[in-house]
């Protein structure tokens, strides 16, 4: 198990303890690190690289206050990993975490921010649309997150404007509610749900026509995948495209096309025939660089010409599933440079080795975050943006700040507008 979390804590940081050699990772960039997994259906979790032996107190920056969480001890290489340490939460979707420990003997901090989705498709309803003057009318509620915890105010507005609300509660740890009502008058009722972030309503029909329309939809399906880079990118597209498009994201952090563990081309091809989106959007790289079978059969590494002719097949194929026959578009993503030459020089294959990939395949485009972030190829933590000055990176010198995230979904976003996807 101690194995286990080692290599978990190792990709979910983006690979840096593991190219960076023997070592903790942390005395390779000389301050503690850490990273955050928000794509566990409701829960984040924390991973710290530090001093070895040291400990971390966690913590999450609420404002102008610091609510503390747990704490973890750094193994002998200075990883550790808390899985559950914070849960999803309605009132508040973007999070900022803490990680305070010793560094060389001092006190040191390392900070991360993430963003979970907001709670717009949270609760699921169960309710009939039409009963009969005075049945008794059950309403079941299920939190899609599995968390609980949720206190809800159920309000009834009966025909004629009458309303009443009472308190209702999803307990923690638990998935499902019951109750019910009488419908003790004929007409159109309202039924509203609430809690802070969190706002549904339902019509029930007594005694008449079923209320409200067809429940089917015909909004687009957009499915959003990759590894770490997609975080909170998929949460911020999620919440644009609430009412006009049905957004599912799907991101496996660690995960990289050359690297052994997870097969991407299988996984695009289940994924397009489970899903089968209108649109994917595909953004990864931070796992890449892994020793690829050529043509001739023999392994060779990263980065010469077999080893990217290798790369760019899966990736074609990866591209050609996602395009479902013609039925889908593709929106593939080339991410900023990186902090760090190596890494540098090995985004700049993968990113040629993309468009390669997408060279004559009908459907499928290539967006050039590089441009936005790192244009020239030359690393920036922060960007010029709309007037301002905009801190677009983590710490790690590799993901998206929370604000870097917010302005690649907007690039996102108006790619799929021109790709006419969404209008």
Request: aromatic fraction near 6%; include cysteine; charged fraction near 25%.
């Amino acid at each position: 198990m101690v194995g286990k979390k080692r290599v978990l804590a190792a990709t979910l940081l983006g690979g840096i303890a593991a190219s960076l050699g023997s070592g903790s990772a942390s005395a390779q960039y000389g301050r503690p690190l850490m990273t955050a997994d928000a794509s566990k259906l409701g829960f984040i979790g924390l991973y710290v690289v530090g001093e070895p032996g040291a400990r971390m107190s966690l913590a999450e920056r609420v404002g102008d206050r610091t609510q503390p969480l747990s704490s973890v001890v750094l193994d002998g290489r200075g990883e550790g990993m808390v899985p559950r340490a914070a849960r999803w939460r309605c009132d508040r979707a973007a999070r900022r975490f803490v990680a305070v420990g010793l560094y060389a003997g001092r006190p040191a901090a390392a900070t991360y921010g993430t963003r979970t989705p907001s709670c717009r498709a949270r609760l699921s309803v169960g309710l009939p649309r039409r009963v009969a003057p005075g049945a008794s009318v059950g309403l079941a509620l299920r939190d899609r997150w599995r968390i609980g915890g949720l206190r809800l105010r159920l309000c009834l507005t009966r025909p004629g404007g009458d309303r009443r609300c009472r308190a209702l509660r999803i307990q923690r740890d638990r998935a499902r509610v019951t109750t019910r009502f009488r419908a003790n008058r004929k007409g159109r009722w309202r039924i509203e749900l609430s809690a802070p972030g969190l706002s549904v309503s339902r019509q029930l029909s007594v005694g008449g026509r079923p209320a409200g329309g067809s429940p089917h939809t015909t909004r687009p399906s957009i499915l959003v995948t990759g590894d770490s880079l997609m975080q909170g990118i998929d949460s911020f597209l999620a919440d644009r495209f609430a009412t006009r498009a049905r957004v599912r994201g799907d991101i496996r952090l660690g995960a990289g096309v050359s690297k052994p563990g997870l097969d991407w081309v299988k996984l695009a091809r289940e994924q397009a025939r489970r899903r089968r989106p209108d649109a994917t959007v595909v953004f990864l790289g931070a796992n890449e660089g892994f020793p690829l079978p050529s043509a001739s059969g023999q392994t060779v590494p990263c980065c010469g010409a077999e080893w990217v002719a290798a790369y760019v097949g899966r990736v074609r194929s990866m591209m050609g599933a996602y395009t479902r026959g013609g039925k889908g578009k593709v929106l593939w993503i080339a991410g900023p440079a990186p902090r760090g030459e190596s890494r540098r020089f090995r985004q700049f294959v993968i990113n040629g080795a993309f468009q390669a990939a997408a060279r004559g395949l009908p459907g499928v485009r290539i967006l050039r975050l590089d441009r936005v972030f790192t244009p020239g190829g030359r690393f920036r933590s922060v960007i010029p943006y709309r007037g301002g000055r905009v801190r677009v990176r983590e710490a790690d010198g590799i993901h998206l700040s929370l604000a870097g995230a917010k302005i690649a979904a907007a690039k996102v976003a108006a790619a799929l507008k021109a790709f006419r996807v969404v209008r």
